[in-house]
């Protein structure tokens, strides 16, 4: 037994079946403790050498980092898995009506279904190619075609693939004939994605305000916010620093009393930072919720627009500070 099936114990029992299912779907082919005891070793090791940096030098609790890294790479690699899968799946949907198509033709020109499955399964095909030779393998061996391509909805997590193969077995319980109900099947999945790109494009305008909002907009205000915040902070400290102590708290008779802003300039550029990030994250999910349906699919876009969003920040603090500091602060 390999060193990391043995330290795959510590996972309990739910947690590695519904990682198989994940590495099933992906068609990543490797045993789940295997998986799973790689994930955990370079989780710790990563999490000890990060924590000890960040520790020497920035002087943050080494426990808090660890756990930090620790939760980030099995959450990070959950998320890939999820990824991948559906990746695969929509794949397999994208040329599921040729597919079909395709064995309808074959059935029509003489052939056996099962040698019309086989002969269906084309490279260009992706993903789907594999399992529909693997379903006609079976076939082959004895299994019922009901069976043989249940079994392709059982290793690829798509709905719509589901719903298609419950469709055709359906078909042919009731006794209708397998190429029609093919074509009529095909034909409906292809009108149901020209629809689907109709609805993505006009979609298009919402998908490109809410990315720009969040990743443009929002850190240049929160940058020029925080900017004259600390300007007037200064001015604020500078101008208390030049009034007599007996004039101070009378603000020169003028009806109202002067002091010092208890918020320091730090504090708003960390509720800044805070508040981009979490923006991020939020918006990424509205963005995959719009674009594809599905909030997990949002997942790909935090890390850029993150970037994107802290590097407008830092470059407009940058610029105004360079541009209007000496003017304000000296």
Same mark, same amino acid.
């Given at each position: 037994?390999?060193?990391?099936?043995?330290?795959?114990?510590?996972?309990?029992?739910?947690?590695?079946?519904?990682?198989?299912?994940?590495?099933?779907?992906?068609? #990543?082919?490797?045993?789940?403790?295997?998986?799973?005891?790689?994930?955990?070793? &370079?989780?710790?090791?990563?999490?000890?050498?990060?924590? &000890?940096?960040?520790?020497?030098?920035?002087?943050?609790?080494?426990?808090?980092?660890?756990?930090?890294?620790?939760?980030?790479?099995?959450?990070?690699?959950?998320?890939?898995?999820?990824?991948?899968?559906?990746?695969?799946?929509?794949?397999?949907?994208?040329?599921?009506?040729?597919?079909?198509?395709?064995?309808?033709?074959?059935?029509?020109?003489?052939?056996?279904?099962?040698?019309?499955?086989?002969?269906?399964?084309?490279?260009?095909?992706?993903?789907?190619?594999?399992? #529909?030779?693997?379903?006609?393998?079976?076939?082959?061996?004895?299994?019922?075609?009901?069976?043989?391509? %249940?079994? #392709?909805?059982?290793?690829?997590?798509?709905?719509?693939? %589901?719903?298609?193969?419950?469709?055709?077995?359906?078909?042919?319980?009731?006794?209708?004939?397998?190429?029609?109900?093919?074509?009529?099947?095909?034909?409906?999945?292809?009108?149901?994605?020209?629809?689907?790109?109709? #609805?993505?494009?006009?979609?298009?305008?919402?998908?490109?305000?809410?990315?720009?909002?969040?990743?443009?907009?929002?850190?240049?205000? &929160?940058?020029?916010?925080?900017?004259?915040?600390?300007?007037?902070?200064?001015?604020?400290?500078?101008?208390?620093?030049?009034?007599?102590?007996?004039?101070?708290?009378?603000?020169?008779?003028?009806?109202?009393?002067?002091?010092?802003?208890?918020?320091?300039?730090?504090?708003?550029?960390?509720?800044?930072?805070?508040?981009?990030?979490?923006?991020?994250?939020?918006?990424?999910?509205?963005?995959?919720?719009?674009?594809?349906?599905?909030?997990?699919?949002?997942?790909? &876009?935090?890390?850029?627009?993150?970037?994107?969003?802290?590097?407008?920040?830092?470059?407009?603090?940058?610029?105004?500070?360079?541009?209007?500091?000496?003017?304000?602060?000296?």
């Amino acid at each position: 037994m390999s060193m990391y099936k043995l330290l795959s114990f510590p996972y309990p029992h739910r947690l590695k079946q519904m990682v198989e299912k994940l590495l099933m779907y992906a068609d #990543i082919r490797i045993d789940v403790n295997t998986f799973l005891g790689f994930v955990l070793f &370079y989780s710790l090791g990563l999490g000890f050498v990060v924590s &000890y940096l960040f520790n020497v030098v920035l002087g943050f609790s080494p426990a808090l980092i660890f756990l930090l890294v620790f939760l980030f790479i099995h959450i990070g690699t959950y998320i890939w898995l999820v990824l991948s899968a559906d990746a695969r799946a929509r794949l397999a949907e994208q040329v599921l009506p040729d597919a079909l198509q395709l064995m309808s033709a074959n059935i029509r020109s003489g052939l056996t279904v099962d040698k019309a499955l086989f002969l269906a399964a084309r490279p260009e095909f992706g993903p789907l190619k594999a399992e #529909i030779e693997l379903a006609a393998k079976e076939m082959m061996t004895g299994k019922t075609l009901e069976d043989a391509l %249940e079994g #392709i909805s059982k290793r690829i997590r798509s709905k719509n693939l %589901e719903i298609t193969i419950d469709l055709v077995v359906q078909g042919l319980h009731s006794g209708g004939v397998l190429t029609e109900s093919l074509d009529r099947i095909a034909d409906v999945l292809r009108n149901r994605e020209f629809v689907q790109k109709e #609805i993505r494009a006009n979609i298009l305008m919402y998908l490109t305000f809410i990315f720009f909002a969040v990743g443009v907009g929002g850190p240049a205000l &929160y940058a020029i916010s925080s900017f004259l915040a600390q300007m007037l902070s200064e001015n604020m400290k500078l101008l208390m620093h030049n009034i007599p102590s007996g004039k101070s708290s009378l603000g020169f008779g003028m009806g109202f009393a002067m002091s010092t802003v208890p918020i320091s300039p730090s504090f708003l550029v960390h509720f800044s930072l805070a508040s981009i990030i979490s923006s991020c994250i939020l918006g990424s999910f509205a963005l995959g919720l719009i674009s594809k349906g599905k909030t997990k699919e949002g997942f790909k &876009y935090i890390i850029p627009l993150i970037i994107l969003a802290l590097t407008v920040f830092f470059s407009i603090r940058f610029i105004l500070f360079h541009l209007l500091g000496s003017m304000f602060f000296s």
